[in-house]
């Protein structure tokens, strides 16, 4: 693996881990009522481009970082949805 490679990948670690405090945060007060549901749509939609795009470039690190995203999004849409 090149060095550029753990780059790329400690950078979709990071980009990955964003959305934990707020996950965190939500599942802790049960309330979701300060997050913009349009916000959250929109981060899905764009991993989902995001992930069209790495697949189709075979790129890990990209693919690693919009999952995960993707993942923690996915939870917050359905914190907003049963917190409301």
Same mark, same amino acid.
């Given at each position: %693996?090149?060095? #550029?490679? !753990? =780059?790329? +990948? ?8 964003? $959305?934990?405090? /707020? ?13 913009? %549901?349009?916000? #959250?749509? !929109? =981060?899905? +939609? ?8 790495? $697949?189709?470039? /075979? ?16 939870? #917050?849409?359905?914190?907003? +949805?049963?917190?409301?």
């Amino acid at each position: %693996m090149k060095f #550029i490679d !753990i =780059i790329g +990948l400690f950078g979709a670690f990071l980009s990955g881990i964003t $959305f934990f405090p /707020q996950v965190y945060r939500t599942w802790k007060l049960k309330s979701a009522k300060e997050l913009s %549901m349009s916000m #959250i749509l !929109i =981060i899905l +939609l764009s991993n989902v481009v995001w992930l069209v795009y790495a $697949f189709n470039k /075979q790129d890990i690190a990209v693919i690693s970082a919009n999952f995960f995203v993707g993942s923690c999004a996915i939870v #917050i849409l359905y914190f907003k +949805l049963k917190y409301k």
